[in-house]
C-alpha cells in the first residue's frame, strides 16, 4: 500500500543546533515533494518545493534533499530557533492532481 | 492581500442538521481543493476542483458535496452531519492542478474550520 511516514514523536533540539526532519514514502514516484510548515490551529503554509532530478534545494535557512532511490526527502533547519518551533509536513504529488501529505513532525527548539 | 477565507472558524451542531462552510479565494486560482484533519491522521483530502463545473473525489469524500458555480468559491455541504465529520477542515487553493509534469504548483490554505458534531 501507499505510504508517507514522518516521525510522529516531537523533535527536541536547542537554539543554534540544526533540526533534521525525515519524510519516508513507499509505492509512490512521485514528481516532486513539498515541505509545508503548519502552526497550531492554523492552515499549513508553503516552505519548499524539490522536483524529482534535484538532489537539493536551500532557502534561507532551510535545506531540503530528495533521494528517488532511497524513497526519501530531509529538511533541515540550520541555527534553529525557537520560533522555528511547529509541526512541519512533507507533501507528495502523487500524478493525480493532488498532494498527498504525510501526519507531520512537530518541532520543539528550545532556548 | 491574497489569501483563502473560510466560514465560519467554528460550528457546534447536531447530528442531521445540514450545513455549509464556504471557501473563498481572491488569487483567481483554478484548482481548489478541500481537507479534514485529524489527530494522527493527518491531512486527508476530502473533494477537489480543477475549475469550474468541474469536482473529482478525493480520499475521503463520503458524506460530503461540493460545487465550484464560480471560479473564487467552493463550498463544503454537509447534508447529514454524523459525529464522525468532526474535524478541523481546511480549504486550499493552487493556479493549477498538481498533477502534470513540469508543472509543480503550492498550495495556499485558508485559515481552517473548526467543526463539532453532537
Known amino acids: 500500500s501507499q505510504k508517507i511516514e514522518q516521525n510522529s514523536e516531537a523533535l527536541n533540539i536547542q537554539e543554534g543546533k540544526t533540526a533534521t526532519l525525515t519524510c519516508n514514502y513507499t509505492n509512490y514516484s512521485p514528481a516532486y515533494l513539498q515541505w509545508y510548515r503548519q502552526d497550531p490551529g492554523r492552515g499549513p503554509v508553503f516552505l519548499l518545493l524539490?522536483?524529482?532530478?534535484?538532489k537539493e534545494k536551500r532557502k534561507e535557512r532551510l535545506k531540503v534533499t530528495f533521494d528517488t532511490t532511497l524513497k526519501q526527502s530531509l529538511f533541515h533547519i540550520t541555527a534553529s530557533q525557537p520560533a522555528d518551533s511547529a509541526t512541519y509536513l512533507c507533501?507528495?504529488?502523487?500524478?493525480?492532481?493532488?498532494?498527498?501529505f504525510g501526519t507531520g513532525t512537530r518541532l520543539l527548539v528550545s532556548p | 492581500e491574497a489569501q483563502v477565507t473560510q466560514n465560519p472558524r467554528y460550528l457546534i451542531t447536531v447530528t442531521g442538521k445540514k450545513l455549509t462552510v464556504t471557501c473563498s479565494q481572491n488569487m483567481n486560482h483554478e484548482y481548489m481543493s478541500w481537507y479534514r484533519q485529524d489527530p494522527g491522521l493527518g491531512l486527508r483530502q476530502i473533494y477537489y476542483?480543477?475549475?469550474?463545473?468541474?469536482?473529482d473525489k478525493g480520499d475521503v469524500p463520503e458524506g460530503y458535496k461540493v460545487s465550484r458555480k464560480e471560479k473564487r468559491n467552493f463550498p463544503l455541504i454537509l447534508e447529514s452531519p454524523s459525529p464522525n465529520q468532526t474535524s478541523l477542515y481546511f480549504c486550499a487553493s493552487s493556479p493549477s492542478g498538481q498533477g502534470a509534469r513540469g508543472r509543480q504548483e503550492t498550495q495556499y490554505f485558508g485559515p481552517g474550520t473548526r467543526l463539532l458534531v453532537l
Open positions: 507533501a507528495l504529488n502523487t500524478g493525480f492532481q493532488k498532494l498527498v
Open positions: 524539490i522536483r524529482e532530478n534535484e
Open positions: 476542483s480543477m475549475n469550474v463545473e468541474v469536482t
